[in-house]
């Protein structure tokens, strides 16, 4: 009964998985295969890092009920602060990276000071984020394309991890979740908890890994992991960890799932409201640095409109614009969705404004099934 | 001569069989009591008269004065002259207490709005149901129990021949509920139906004429109001007399706890203070009772001891004999204090987590090692204390909002367990939940006190105060009206204190 239980709560996941498989399959029937090629699927990664890093900060500020607009601006100062460091000013890529996600901390302790301590509405300081952060970086640039960065900040956007490593690092990712696993089992059984059996358990972790060597291997046919999706990897999973096994992660769910009660139940919604911001900051930041590093260049409509494609791929992938609920696997997969599409379309050379199209047609049908499942 | 017959009902819901075969008969004029524990079947018999569940989702047949009905939705059920008043009330905060009345149903001339009308229709209505606020006034400036009586008028304005009234009085202090029977009677002598759902038999037995009692979805028996008492009732409802309805344990030590005095507290942009010069004291193992009418400043003297506002206080507050200034609940919860609020709804409950996630809430310091969770801990933690509280739930992995009332409140009362407090406020904790629910919380009230546990229970229900206060405090005009002892007091006395304040304010 529990497992009828828990397939019931996950068949939204599962819709999502289906409809990322339908139109995977589409893609590659129309292109009679070439989507599913090695290069192609490296190129996918590639393609959805900036918006996948953007959309993990953004599940946090939605979870905890707030919404961010300046993300795509907020990305775009950052990487032209980044350019300007290394091109005009002559930084080393360690210093300029360091500086940069310090910006991005300073620029989300703004917002999240306004929003936690001031009581303004995050829809409002963040439309006004929009704009004040457009604008300095324009101020800032001058309205040139800042370009030629040194080849090790190049490398952050448009390097690909040796084969050895990249299987290295995956191999020891399984092994870390097998050891968890076994860790937490032994801590239930301590305490004499039920678990589920050891066949679904270590049946679902078999699975994970199939699927991750998979992946990993496809990739590695072509040039090996890209630098940017371990990048984006890693903090999805440091998110992961935050949102589903700290007490910080705990207070976002209960700040958006019911401010009063969280405020009642003794959680400080101010901090909890300001650091999400701060974390928003530093990951958009992280984005500028990686879209600069691809591009080899500064410009000064970098970003722009990446807030609403962050904030789609988030609802997309289940995350409640009302708060309290969300996942960044979901975001992920929304995000990838929402790059497939792009991907694909620009494959079949079809027309940029059916892109535009289609997407926006796949939110509303998201959330719709999202409603109507919930009846 | 029945305006109301409901034949057969029965109902299912995926895994449940709401009702069972349910035969209810209501006569035209008459004031109807429906009585029964949570779960037994009310709402859904209630949502089924209404159309909420249309006619084909069910077996058997409802008729109105012997017609037989379909009700698709509820708009079919109002043409057909039956109203309901929820236990959570469904009017617009924002709009005035006319634009209430009339929503849906706004009086129109050469398609503009007829306010003159509306407002004129408001204050004849405001008159009758004995409200003397202007019709322009908004909602959200009345309190709970005004805001009932605007729900009566809203019905009364549709011309409903039948209104159902689900828990009306959970939120009413005694002299509201005084004002509402009044009223009830009032209609009675229009030839206007009732149906009336409570759990609070002593007003069933004052008002009802007779009294219809649901278990387990199925009609036990309909009675007189001549050949009811409570015991019968009680007896009906739970399928067993319950012997003693206080389980009161004296357990109050010396120690003194908690000691406030000549407490003041001004909201942040307020003019008049919420509460002013309160003094008291609070033992260690004690249940102090804080009585009063709504209004009388019970709930927000709590919430700015709890800190819950922004604002000034003044006067001090002890805690085992150390000054200190709580100024967010974050740190009454570090000093030992919980707060079981009012409405757990709102202030109680993360309503679309699971169990498990409300109940360790409060205390995630404690299964936290610099603040990465150990969830292995929280799993024993909750499944102890619910446990122990008796946390009827599928799983600890259910959604919180899918529990009854009582269970609700039981996942409440978990989360501040867990937190370990010296120091417990309880705001009205058996609103709306079951005789049966009733009698765990008192005995988890005796179970916590005899741990040393200290108590402030505030309540609407005079016999709940008296039952099982140790010493009861009376609160009126926000400020405190008198204390009594436990063995001084009864209704009269409390009475007096709670509205001896008032009389020259009215």
């Not at chain 1, 001031?118 to 370009?147: C, E, K």
């Not at chain 2, 009932?148 to 009364?156: F, M």
């Not at chain 2, 009205?428 to 741990?451: C, F, M, W």
């Amino acid at each position: 009964m529990l497992n009828k239980l828990s397939f019931k709560m996950n068949i939204r996941a599962y819709a999502l998985i289906i409809a990322f498989l339908l139109i995977v399959t589409i893609f590659t029937i129309l292109t009679n295969g070439d989507f599913l090629t090695s290069r192609n699927i490296t190129n996918l990664m590639r393609q959805m890092t900036v918006i996948g890093v953007l959309a993990v900060g953004m599940t946090s500020v939605i979870i905890s009920g707030n919404i961010d607009l300046s993300v795509g601006s907020l990305l775009g100062l950052t990487g032209g602060i980044a350019a300007i460091l290394q091109v005009w000013l002559g930084w080393n890529t360690v210093w300029v990276i360091i500086a940069t996600i310090a910006a991005g901390v300073l620029l989300g302790l703004w917002q999240g000071w306004w929003i936690a301590y001031r009581g303004i509405p995050a829809f409002i300081v963040t439309l006004a984020g929009m704009m004040i952060f457009r604008g300095i970086l324009l101020g800032i640039s001058g309205g040139q394309t800042i370009a030629s960065l040194d080849p090790g900040f190049m490398a952050i956007g448009q390097s690909y991890l040796p084969y050895s490593i990249g299987y290295i690092l995956t191999a020891l990712f399984i092994l870390s979740l097998f050891t968890l696993k076994i860790r937490s089992r032994q801590k239930s059984h301590k305490l004499e908890l039920v678990t589920e059996s050891v066949f679904v358990d270590y049946g679902k972790l078999a699975v994970y890994s199939g699927l991750c060597l998979i992946l990993v291997y496809y990739i590695s046919r072509y040039q090996g992991i890209p630098m940017p999706m371990l990048i984006l990897t890693l903090l999805a999973l440091l998110f992961i960890f935050i949102l589903n096994n700290t007490a910080y992660g705990r207070h976002l769910y209960s700040i958006g799932g019911n401010h009063e009660a969280a405020l009642l139940s003794g959680i400080n919604i101010k901090r909890n409201t300001l650091m999400v911001f701060v974390l928003m900051g530093a990951l958009s930041a992280v984005a500028g640095i990686i879209l600069t590093s691809r591009l080899n260049a500064a410009t000064i409509s970098a970003g722009e409109m990446y807030e609403l494609d962050a904030i789609a791929a988030v609802v997309i992938g289940g995350t409640s614009l009302m708060g309290g609920t969300g996942t960044i696997i979901g975001s992920i997969l929304g995000a990838l969705i929402m790059t497939s599409i792009d991907n694909g379309m620009s494959m079949l050379n079809v027309e940029t404004f059916w892109q535009n199209i289609v997407k926006g047609m796949i939110l509303i049908l998201a959330v719709w099934l999202d409603i109507s499942s919930k009846k | 001569m029945s305006i109301l017959h409901m034949n057969n009902i029965s109902k299912s819901f995926p895994g449940v069989k709401a009702l069972d075969n349910v035969n209810f008969k209501v006569d035209e004029g008459e004031i109807h009591a429906l009585c029964g524990e949570n779960g037994a079947g009310k709402s859904t018999l209630m949502k089924i008269l209404s159309g909420v569940h249309p006619s084909d989702s069910h077996e058997g047949d409802v008729y109105i004065h012997d017609q037989k009905q379909h009700f698709e939705s509820i708009r079919d059920s109002e043409a057909a002259g039956i109203t309901i008043i929820y236990q959570e009330l469904a009017l617009v905060e924002e709009l005035s207490v006319a634009e209430n009345i009339f929503l849906g149903n706004e009086p129109v001339h050469n398609g503009m709005m007829d306010w003159n009308r509306m407002h004129d229709r408001t204050k004849r209505l405001l008159d009758y149901i004995g409200l003397t606020i202007p019709s322009n006034e908004k909602v959200k400036n009345l309190g709970v129990g005004r805001q009932q009586l605007i729900e009566i008028a809203k019905a009364l304005e549709k011309q409903s021949s039948l209104i159902i009234l689900d828990e009306p009085t959970a939120a009413l202090a005694e002299g509201e509920v005084d004002i509402l029977m009044s009223i009830l009677e009032d209609l009675k002598s229009k030839g206007i139906t009732c149906i009336y759902i409570s759990h609070k038999l002593k007003e069933v037995l004052h008002i009802a004429d007779s009294i219809t009692i649901l278990r387990d979805g199925k009609t036990i028996e309909t009675i007189a109001r001549s050949e009811a008492d409570e015991n019968r009732i009680i007896a009906s409802m739970v399928g067993r007399e319950l012997t003693e309805l206080f389980p009161y344990q004296n357990n109050s030590t010396d120690h003194t706890i908690l000691s406030v005095m000549e407490y003041s507290f001004l909201r942040k942009k307020d003019t008049d203070p919420m509460v002013y010069n309160i003094s008291f004291e609070l033992k260690k193992g004690e249940v102090l009772g804080i009585g009063g009418l709504m209004g009388s400043g019970r709930t927000e003297l709590a919430m700015s001891l709890f800190g819950s506002y922004e604002g000034e206080a003044s006067g001090s507050v002890y805690l085992n004999n150390e000054p200190v200034t709580l100024r967010s609940p974050k740190e009454a919860v570090g000093h030992g204090i919980g707060y079981v609020s009012e409405d757990r709804k709102r202030y109680g409950l993360v309503t679309g987590m699971d169990v498990s996630k409300n109940t360790t809430l409060s205390s995630l310091s404690h299964i936290s090692w610099y603040g990465i969770l150990n969830k292995e801990q929280e799993v024993f933690n909750t499944r102890q204390v619910t446990r122990k509280m008796g946390v009827k739930t599928p799983s600890l992995q259910t959604i919180v909002n899918k529990l009854s009332g009582g269970n609700q409140q039981k996942v409440v009362l978990s989360k501040w367990l867990l937190t370990s407090p010296d120091i417990l406020i309880l705001d009205e904790p058996t609103r709306g939940i079951d005789v049966g629910a009733k009698q765990e919380i008192y005995h988890l009230i005796n179970e916590l006190t005899s741990e040393g546990v200290a108590i402030i229970m505030i309540t609407s229900e005079l016999s709940e105060l008296i039952g099982m206060s140790d010493r009861i405090m009376v609160m009126a005009e926000h400020t405190t009206a008198g204390e009594v002892n436990r063995e001084d007091a009864d209704q009269e006395t409390i009475m007096k204190l709670a509205t001896g304040g008032s009389v020259h304010a009215e």
